[in-house]
């Protein structure tokens, strides 16, 4: 609690609210145009945070960006219906219904409100269990982390997308990027194909804004003139009809409660992002609606913007928890967080609190804090941001591809990378087209070289003996969930029902960004 | 992933990219050979790991294809692959000359070619926003951030 409290030190410096308040403004600015997530919003802002000689700075503003972006996102989602990543969609259903009917206001509000007391709740959880699971992890083996690793991209792939051979196949190609470059245990060259610039290895932030930023506006390029994905921009008078009504708030703060109750610890799995736990929360409410005799779900609930809202926000403090205490990433967002730390040398893992607690505890800090800046500064700008939404997409997109370019140029100061993260964006363009998640790529990239040094330094240990790894029972357990996880989606019963929503709203079209 | 491919793959997309994907995996896996190890293919080496990766790239993308194969539907929405392949021309193009000729103008140049590319019809628009970006971006870089960004041909 000292801990926390010295980081609430930190953050309220004046300088760092500056930081916090910056972050939140750029990241909803960012985040509230059409087709851009989180991972993709901090992705591109990512070398500004470069610039800073303290990391505390950064990563308080990292989580004011990331807030920011991803309240940004639910007033795309709920205004336009155009959902920026797959943690929206479940926002969008019920949160346009009650746009198009003239409360975008308090759609927005409860979302809003409903983020932050989530939010509040979620650190609150994290920062209590982080501390305990950082202790138990000193106690694992590379063995473990090696099978942590798998389950973590295993789980995530098999989640995601339409098809398993598609997502195994973007893992592979995650994974082989990874490997390019110096062998990180005997230094060897591999495939660099002769080319000195490859020898560095090929940047995870090179990866991320080749796959989302240029991949993206390559395969949207492509669809602009097919006359798909018309935006009509809601008229301004909509949105000035009302608040929430004390009727709103009374049916909005238990799906708040719920959603964090169900984001939380979602978000904590290795599993993590926050498809699973938004959507559990939007079915929990419709069939609750439904239960008590109400229909006004598919016209426009508010209990189904509050609960998937909640939901989205909570999970994200869950996703904090294996990436600060273990240094698992299990989210695109959370990968990008980690290439975050690894610039400023830090490695996220059980060290993480003794070598680092003064940063670790300032960014817990640091996300109540920007949470209730989102709260401030949000609701009565909202405003300006719908303003945003109107920037026409030529210049949009055109604006991203300059952003993205000049953010690798100004990470590497070398065109050759330039190269390397277009011909990233093409892959990531047809993957995009014959519908491959993306997030595997990720993940692959930057849980590949981990998965294999701790592989390796295992195997060192028991001598070549794949059978004393597996005989571990904590490695044993961890291997077995990964495999039940890639079962798992063929099982009918809950995940079946949820996926079959998900293709139900059918609006999954940038859908794994998250 | 050259231009006369781009252009191929307008009717059976899905299953020329699975068939792409099969080549660049078996290149991959050529590759594993060409990483020197005093290891051989030890467990613990550096070539045992990429072995893996690669032959299950081969393996799921032989798999991709003969579902792909077996489906040989109709892509969802073919024949626009020129927007795409434009830009990326133009962003090619971009990386070329961004030295020589310094961040601002290839910036606006791009820029504009972008815009155009995606559907702008304003060409007067496109330019104001253009080279108020790119000398927002310049400045802010180099005088804020102090990152140096190429300067060019312009007296700056």
């Known amino acids: 609690m000292i801990d926390l409290l010295n980081g609430f030190a930190t953050v309220l410096q004046p300088i760092n609210l500056v930081f916090a308040a910056l972050g939140v403004t750029i990241g909803t600015l960012v985040g509230v145009l059409p087709g851009i997530g989180p991972a993709l919003t901090i992705a591109l802002l990512l070398p500004i945070t470069f610039n800073f000689d303290d990391p505390t700075g950064a990563f308080i503003m990292f989580a004011g960006i990331y807030y920011g972006a991803m309240y940004g996102g639910s007033t795309t989602s709920i205004l336009l219906n155009t959902p920026g990543e797959s943690a929206s969609v479940a926002t969008a259903i019920e949160g346009h219904l009650m746009a198009r009917r003239g409360r975008a206001r308090a759609a927005l509000a409860t979302s809003a409100i409903g983020s932050f007391v989530a939010g509040l709740i979620s650190t609150v959880l994290l920062a209590f269990v982080a501390k305990p699971i950082g202790d138990l992890a000193v106690k694992f083996q590379a063995a473990d982390y090696f099978a942590l690793a798998v389950l973590a991209m295993v789980s995530v792939t098999a989640l995601l997308g339409a098809s398993l051979v598609r997502g195994l196949i973007s893992l592979v190609l995650g994974l082989f990027l990874g490997l390019v470059g110096l062998d990180q245990v005997t230094g060897q060259t591999r495939f660099t194909f002769g080319a000195p610039v490859l020898t560095e290895g090929i940047g995870i932030t090179i990866v991320i804004v080749g796959l989302f930023a240029i991949g993206e506006v390559l395969y949207v390029a492509s669809r602009v003139r097919t006359g798909h994905d018309t935006i009509e921009p809601l008229e301004k008078a909509r949105l000035r009809t009302g608040y929430m009504s004390r009727e709103d708030w009374s049916r909005s703060w238990r799906p708040w409660l719920r959603g964090a109750a169900i984001g939380f610890p979602f978000g904590a799995l290795p599993a993590g992002g926050a498809e699973v736990p938004t959507f559990l929360s939007y079915t929990f409410e419709k069939r609750r609606a439904e239960r008590a005799g109400r229909d006004d779900f598919g016209r426009g609930a508010i209990e189904g913007v509050a609960g998937p809202e909640a939901a989205n926000n909570a999970s994200f403090s869950g996703v904090l928890v294996p990436l600060l205490t273990l240094g698992l990433p299990t989210s695109a967002t959370a990968a990008v967080m980690l290439a975050a730390f690894q610039i400023f040398n830090l490695q996220p893992g059980p060290q993480l609190f003794q070598t680092s607690s003064e940063l670790v505890w300032a960014l817990i800090a640091s996300l109540f804090v920007g949470n209730v800046l989102l709260l401030v500064l949000n609701l009565p700008l909202i405003q300006i941001w719908v303003k945003v939404l109107l920037v026409p997409r030529p210049l949009l997109y055109g604006g991203i591809l300059v952003l993205a370019t000049l953010g690798v140029y100004s990470l590497s100061g070398n065109v050759l990378q330039v190269f390397i993260a277009y011909g990233v964006g093409v892959l990531g363009y047809f993957m995009r087209r014959h519908d491959f998640p993306i997030a595997p790529v990720i993940l692959g990239v930057i849980l590949g070289p981990m998965m294999e040094t701790q592989l390796r330094r295992a195997l060192v240990i028991s001598d070549g003996n794949f059978g004393a790894i597996v005989s571990r029972p904590l490695t044993l357990v961890i291997l077995a969930l990964a495999v039940l996880s890639l079962l798992l989606p063929y099982a009918p019963g809950v995940l079946g029902r949820l996926r079959g929503r998900r293709t139900e709203a059918k609006k999954l079209v940038f859908s794994d960004e998250d | ?156």
């Open chain 2, 1 to 156: 992933m050259t231009t006369a491919e781009v252009e191929q793959r307008t009717r059976p997309g899905e299953l020329i990219f699975g068939l792409v994907l099969v080549a660049l995996g078996v290149l991959a896996l050529t590759q594993v050979w060409a990483i020197p190890g005093a290891e051989g293919w030890s467990v613990s080496g550096p070539r045992f790991v990429p072995l893996l990766v690669c032959a299950a790239w081969v393996v799921l993308a032989v798999i991709y294809t003969g579902q792909a194969a077996r489906r040989m539907r109709e892509p969802r929405e073919g024949g626009f692959d020129r927007t795409a392949l434009l830009l990326m021309v133009t962003l090619i193009g971009y990386a070329y000359v961004v030295i020589p000729l310094g961040y601002i103008i290839s910036t606006a140049v791009s820029f504009v070619l972008t815009a155009r590319i995606l559907g702008s019809h304003r060409l007067v628009r496109d330019i104001v926003v253009a080279v108020l970006l790119a000398s927002a971006v310049y400045f802010a870089f180099t005088e804020l951030l102090s990152i140096r960004l190429p300067r060019g041909v312009l007296p700056l």
